[in-house]
T-cell receptor, first 113, second 116 residues
Framework: GENVEQHPSTLSVQEGDSAVIKCTYS??????FPWYKQELGKRPQLIID?????GEKKDQRIAVTLNKTAKHFSLHITETQPEDSAVYFCAASIGQAGTALIFGKGTTLSVSS | GAVVSQHPSRVICKSGTSVKIECRSLDFQATTMFWYRQFPKQSLMLMATSNEGSKATYEQGVEKDKFLINHASLTLSTLTVTSAHPEDSSFYICSAADSRGSNEQFFGPGTRLTVL
């Protein structure tokens, strides 16, 4: 079945710096890769997603890149702010989009001012 | 975006009792819903896929007789934790994909279960 690895588990940056979180997946049939931000005790919030027919997607300070051949996808946050501090999860669909998601173990991002 | 609700948000029960958690899609129909469990400081783990009108599909290691799933309508799936024990204490989250749209998954707010 699908397996998703996420690195690093913790990441500390200074305000204004960039943060990069990387994930790999195992199932070549996966075609949907969302990223979530989760605050303590709350539901995951989708921050950006990418489908397998696209290599890169950007939304203001957040971007995601996908390398299907290598089965890698990465989250890039530029100009980080203290409010970006949270746990971030990558996920991959089990096969087609709209199916269940397998999550990475999460990255705790701390942005200090 | 589409809205998914969950009830209750928090429940405390005694060991050996059963607890039912409801997951509703409020403004769309969901033939498929998903149940996840999240232990403190860990990731979301898929427990099962709930299919409207048919049996749920459980992930390896999840006991189907302990975690009963019923998806009786296109807007409601329920998860019943039977004979709950302290090790079942966790954050249970459901999700559903709106098949009419982008197939983005929408998560419920979660249910915090504490078994004493």
């Amino acid at each position: 079945g699908e397996n998703v690895e996420q690195h690093p588990s913790t990441l500390s940056v200074q305000e204004g710096d960039s943060a990069v979180i990387k994930c790999t997946y195992s199932d070549s049939a996966s075609n949907y890769f969302p990223w979530y931000k989760q605050e303590l005790g709350k539901r995951p919030q989708l921050i950006i997603d990418i489908r397998s027919n696209v290599g890169e997607k950007k939304d203001q300070r957040i971007a995601v890149t996908l390398n299907k051949t290598a089965k890698h996808f990465s989250l890039h946050i530029t100009e980080t702010q203290p409010e970006d501090s949270a746990v971030y999860f990558c996920a991959a669909s089990i096969g087609q989009a709209g199916t269940a998601l397998i999550f990475g173990k999460g990255t705790t991002l701390s942005v200090s001012s | 975006g589409a809205v998914v609700s969950q009830h209750p948000s928090r429940v405390i029960c005694k060991s050996g009792t059963s607890v039912k958690i409801e997951c509703r899609s409020l403004d769309f129909q969901a033939t498929t819903m998903f149940w996840y469990r999240q232990f403190p400081k860990q990731s979301l783990m898929l427990m099962a896929t709930s299919n409207e009108g048919s049996k749920a599909t459980y992930e390896q290691g999840v006991e189907k007789d302990k975690f009963l799933i019923n998806h009786a309508s296109l807007t409601l799936s329920t998860l019943t934790v039977t004979s709950a024990h302290p090790e079942d204490s966790s954050f249970y989250i459901c999700s559903a994909a709106d098949s009419r749209g982008s197939n983005e998954q929408f998560f419920g707010p979660g249910t915090r279960l504490t078994v004493l």
